[in-house]
């Protein structure tokens, strides 16, 4: 009797495992969305068209899908024919596209050469399960990826492009998607007074880099410096120059380094570097041989103390230097670029005064004690760039430009 109660048990349970095997296996058929790796016939078609004043090649997906291709075509032919329309001589437009799969999307961008615009990339999302244009919105969390952008936005560019992007709907930006990051670019907001499209990359891959290689001698370089920190502001400069692929050189007080060794040792892991603005900033030329040698060597001993390593350069105070300073184990940097930010503290005219004066191995005075200045630098680096300048550290500007510093005592500026 205990034997067949027992199997009768056993059966039961048998048959509620099964039971709820079979439940779970519904359920997961109802909910999971089965993530779509490619389509597998996608066709490159062409549009071309060749006068003696325009020059139209755009090439572009076709799906084995016709719902899908009639949303990419209309596209693409209404952006063709507005070109085709201008009324512009001399036109020249040149599309190429790539394809990245991300569950059930498939995003399109596109690469644009277009003589009458400085608009470079456009993207189509597309839903391949419901066969219809989408929005970054659908595959992204909307709030993180607000939130990110607007972030990145701060510390890159100036006040009045954030302000730009902060209102705008996320939706209606371009984005480039790879996997290791998202590259945005603000394509459909009118910028004033800038003449470049301002972009921002979300990086899923710590790895991951953005860096443009700036080792280019035959390219313009200029440097800039900043002197009198660290101060609370030194830190979010430097995120403005990381997301610019700059570098910077900060002459820093001794005793404003010692109270801040985070940001000295974040600077040291940076591309930029860091050099001696003496240690309580007096006028050397007036130091007798003892005075001189504390005030300076002191910044160095603070500096091995955090990061083991020696200082390099020094920016005597005021640009003062005499046969004494110049003795001592450090080459003197200088500048030939000043624009007043500590008199003007106004970023726009501390701007104006630096893209008058820029020149190939410049060397520019600023302060990383003012946030004017902080936002003036986000306002030059993106400039700069247009003008064709990489913005760099004295190190570097040393290194590009083969300059011999062993028998040049004295840096205002280098040239080839």
Request: aromatic residues 14%; proline residues 2%; contains cysteine.
């Amino acid at each position: 009797m205990n034997l067949f109660e027992n199997k009768d048990r056993f059966v039961k349970y048998l048959i509620s495992i099964i039971l709820l095997f079979t439940v779970l296996f519904v359920i997961v058929k109802i909910f999971y969305k089965e993530e779509i790796e490619s389509y597998d016939f996608v066709q490159t078609s062409t549009i071309t068209f060749d006068d003696e004043n325009t020059h139209i090649s755009v090439d572009y997906p076709r799906f084995d899908n016709d719902e899908i291709n009639k949303i990419v075509t209309n596209i693409i032919y209404n952006y063709t024919k507005d070109f085709r329309n201008n009324e512009t001589s001399k036109k020249s437009l040149e599309i190429t596209y790539k394809l990245y799969y991300l569950k059930n999307f498939v995003n399109i961008t596109f690469n644009i050469e277009n003589s009458l615009n400085d608009i470079k990339n456009k993207n189509i999302l597309i839903d391949l399960k419901n066969k219809k244009l989408s929005y970054i919105s659908s595959v992204y969390d909307e709030e993180y990826l607000t939130n990110e952008i607007n972030n990145l936005v701060y510390y890159k560019y100036s006040s009045d492009i954030y302000d730009k992007v902060k209102s705008s709907t996320i939706n209606n930006f371009t984005y480039l998607i790879d996997d290791n990051k998202i590259d945005v670019y603000f394509n459909n907001i009118e910028f004033k007074d800038i003449d470049y499209i301002p972009y921002v990359s979300i990086l899923f891959n710590s790895e991951a880099s953005t860096t443009i290689d700036n080792n280019d001698s035959s390219l313009k370089y200029i440097a800039f410096t900043y002197d009198d920190g660290p101060s609370e502001y030194t830190s979010d400069l430097l995120k403005t120059l990381q997301l610019n692929n700059s570098s910077a050189t900060f002459f820093m007080i001794g005793n404003r380094m010692k109270y801040n060794k985070e940001i000295v040792n974040e600077i040291e892991n940076s591309d930029s570097e860091i050099g001696s603005h003496s240690y309580s900033h007096k006028y050397l030329t007036d130091l007798d041989q003892e005075e001189l040698i504390n005030e300076t060597n002191s910044v160095n001993i603070i500096f091995n103390e955090i990061t083991s390593k020696n200082i390099q350069y020094l920016r005597p105070p005021y640009g003062k230097y005499n046969d004494d300073v110049l003795s001592l184990p450090y080459n003197i940097v200088l500048w030939n670029i000043d624009p007043k930010d500590w008199l003007l503290r106004d970023s726009n005219k501390i701007y104006n005064n630096v893209i008058r004066s820029a020149c190939d191995g410049c060397i520019v005075l600023m302060h990383d004690i003012y946030p004017e200045t902080i936002e003036a630098t986000k306002k030059l680096i993106p400039s700069l760039n247009e003008m064709g300048y990489s913005v760099v550290s004295v190190s570097k500007l040393i290194d590009i430009k083969n300059y011999d510093k062993e028998n040049n005592k004295i840096i205002s500026s280098i040239s080839n």
